[in-house]
């Protein structure tokens, strides 16, 4: 049973425009989300997190939205440039689990140039 | 900041031998790290949770026997995969916690090494 959901397993945008992934998650007992970036045969690293006191969190290019009745998430990449294009994976943790976050699935993004 | 450095980053062994995978953290202690596996459709699975000084806790589905996990000090968790087999060829990606006083503002202190790529021939 996943409990945090990408159901786009990939995503084409083209360059200068907006990118939104989304991800979905089960358990409400979540309180941290997170996003990681990615690139073929490297570890993941980490791009942005929201608490789930919040509903926006921005960085630069990067906004995460959370919506917590719909338990849904986004992330939103604006504008997109050719170097963000790998997989991003949605993460959600709790403080009951230790902070220990579960993963979606990943999108596969690619920018064109 | 906090780095979990990951050794070999390919190997390629042959069928029916042993390979380890290193993981260390270089500049902090972390008493619990992580083993995860990437399949080929991306999917993250966490395999096992590594606690420094006792056993590896492993995920349901996941053979214990197979893939040997070692914490033996604070800064080094080993991953042995015994009498590997092609099916076994995949992406291996280790990850630590960092303590309390060590997390970024907003990770949670959740690092990740750079993953080893396993080819069993």
């Known amino acids: 049973d996943q409990q945090v959901k990408q159901n786009s397993p990939s995503l084409s945008v083209q360059e200068g425009r907006i990118s939104i992934l989304n991800c979905d998650y089960t358990?409400?007992?979540?309180?941290?989300f997170l996003w990681y970036k990615k690139y073929p045969a490297e570890g993941p690293t980490f791009l942005i997190s929201i608490s789930s006191i919040k509903d926006k969190n921005e960085d630069g290019r990067f906004t995460v939205f959370l919506n917590k009745s719909a338990k849904h998430l986004s992330l939103h990449i604006v504008p997109s440039q050719p170097g963000d294009s790998a997989v991003y994976f949605c993460a959600a943790s709790a403080e009951g689990g230790s902070y220990i976050p579960t993963f979606g699935r990943g999108t596969s993004l690619i920018v064109h140039p | 900041g906090a780095v979990v450095s990951q050794h070999p980053s390919r190997v390629i062994c042959k069928s029916g031998t042993s390979v380890k995978i290193e993981c260390r953290s270089l500049d902090f202690q972390a008493t619990t790290m992580f083993w995860y596996r990437q399949f080929p459709k991306q999917s993250l699975m966490l395999m096992a949770t590594s606690n420094e000084g006792s056993k590896a806790t492993y995920e349901q589905g996941v053979e214990k026997d197979k893939f040997l996990i070692n914490h033996a000090s604070l800064t080094l968790s080993t991953l042995t995969v015994t009498s590997a087999h092609p099916e076994d060829s995949s992406f291996y990606i280790c990850s630590a916690t960092l303590p309390h006083h060590a997390w970024g503002p907003q990770d949670y202190g959740y690092t990740f090494g750079s993953g080893t790529r396993l080819t069993v021939v």
């Open positions: 358990n409400s007992m979540f309180d941290y």
